[in-house]
Every structure is written in C-alpha cells, then in structure tokens.
C-alpha cells in the first residue's frame, strides 16, 4: 500500500485562552495540501519503519517515531514493513508526524478497518492527528481535536509552502504568546474566514525566527491573495489565484529556502 501524508497549514489560528490544564484553547482552520511525506507498507512478521527522503536525518530515533507509536496501537496483522519518504522539513508547522500518523491510519482503514475509538487514540498521538486522518478542511476548537465541518470553496486553489529551513519547536512559539485573545474565527466559508483570520503565534515565531518575516514579505510580493505563517511555523504559504501565479511565485524564492507546491484538497 501506499499513502501520501498530506501537509497540514493552519489557514487560521487563533488562541483564545490558557485553559486550567495547560494547554491553550484554540480555533483554527486546517486545509490539507495534495502533497507531502509519502508511506508505503508491506506485510512482514514483525513491525518496521525505514525513513529515507531529505529530512529523513532530523528523524534520529524511528523506532520513537509516531508512525511507529500509530502502528503499534492499532490492528494491522503480525506486521508491517514501512518506508517513510520524508520530504515535509520537521518542526515545521505542516503537522508531518501528525500527517504521517494520520496516513497510517488511513492505510489501516483500507485494510483492517479502524476501532471505533480511533478519534481517541489519534488524540493521544498529538493534536493534529484527528485532523490530519481525515485530512479536509475542517475548524478544529479546544486543543485542535474538536472538529467542525466548514464549508469548502478552496478546494483546488493553487498553494505555495516556503520554509526558512530552520527549525522551530512549538513549545517556544507557544510560551510568547501575548495571552491576549483578539476574537473568534469570523465567516460563512473557508476563504472569508482565512481573510477575516490570523495567526495569533506569528508575532511569538517572529522574536525566535526573525527570517519568518523576510520569507513573509517575500511571498507578499508576488500575486498571492494571502500569505500567513503556517502553525507555529517558521513555515508560511501563498494561496494564488492560478497555478500560473503559484509556479511563478515558486520561481522567484531564493534557492536556499524549502518550497513544495499543490493545492488545497
């Protein structure tokens, strides 16, 4: 089997408060890219993860790997033998361990079906992992794992991902936040909320990767109608109009930044 890890991007992602357990309550839009990491499997009489692809190096401990850690939870026969392609970079803001476990949950659901307390071992995963196995557009409130249907008018529309190349751990991103909650998600569909939106960790991200900014202004000279960080970055995208406008926005980054282009699914 094979199955592509689509890259998760945060469209929007406001933080309203600092709940009592910790963690932060939130509101964001999640889309999903028609590219990313790509999983193939084989059956084999035990478990196995072999990761290859450029990052495959910031991946130092496989058999912690989350893609491990879903396989483990879940029917799948005596085993599998999995090839991890790792072209998403990692810390990224694209949920790719979370789009990984989230393909291999899928994967299991072609051939072994899922419990139904799938949702709930997804969430003990990580956040984003119960949206990233469904991986379409949907709002996510609480931590991420309460999910919403949202009506969908950018399914198709040319995207643009740019990373820095420097990583940027979430927990750092999170601790700057200003606590300030600036408002709810607004809208009637994807696009209005994406343009009604923002990113409530950019200005965090930015104190700890000041190259976010230059990637931002970069991209906002092209003919994009949105650019924005994605997650608690350092990666930010470009919605373009025509696919056109996106391979040409491609074209002008500076080579030694990640891109990858798509769409939104």
Not at 28 to 52: C, H, K, M, Q, W
Not at 211 to 232: F, N, P, Y
């Amino acid at each position: 089997m094979r199955e592509t890890a689509f890259a998760k991007i945060n469209l929007a992602l406001h933080v309203r408060e600092r709940r009592e357990d910790g963690y932060h309550a939130l509101e964001t839009l999640f889309a999903f890219v028609d590219a990313g990491d790509e999983l193939s499997a084989t059956s084999a009489p035990r478990d196995e993860l072999r990761v290859t692809g450029e990052f495959c190096g910031a991946l130092d401990d496989p058999s912690g790997n989350i893609v491990a850690r879903a396989l483990a939870g879940l029917p799948h026969g005596a085993g599998w033998a999995v090839t991890l392609e790792k072209n998403l970079p990692v810390a990224a803001g694209l949920g790719g361990g979370s789009a990984d476990a989230g393909a291999i949950f899928r994967m299991v659901e072609r051939a072994f079906g899922l419990p139904d307390d799938w949702r709930e071992k997804a969430a003990k995963l990580g956040a984003d992992v119960p949206a990233c196995v469904e991986s379409r557009a949907c709002i996510g409130r609480g931590t991420g794992t309460e999910l919403e249907p949202v009506t969908n008018d950018l399914a198709g529309c040319a995207v643009l991902l740019v990373n820095p190349r420097i990583p940027l751990a979430t927990g750092p991103v999170f601790k700057g936040w200003d606590g300030v909650d600036h408002g709810p998600l607004a809208g009637e569909n994807l696009r209005e909320m994406t343009l009604n939106g923002r990113n409530d960790l950019e200005a965090p991200a930015l104190e700890l990767v000041p190259q976010i900014a230059d990637v931002l202004a970069t991209l906002r000279k092209t003919d994009s109608w949105i650019a924005r960080m994605s997650g608690s970055g350092a990666t930010c995208f470009a919605l373009y109009d025509t696919s056109e406008q996106r391979d040409a926005a491609e074209r002008a980054m500076p080579r030694e930044w990640w891109t990858m282009v798509g769409a939104l699914r």
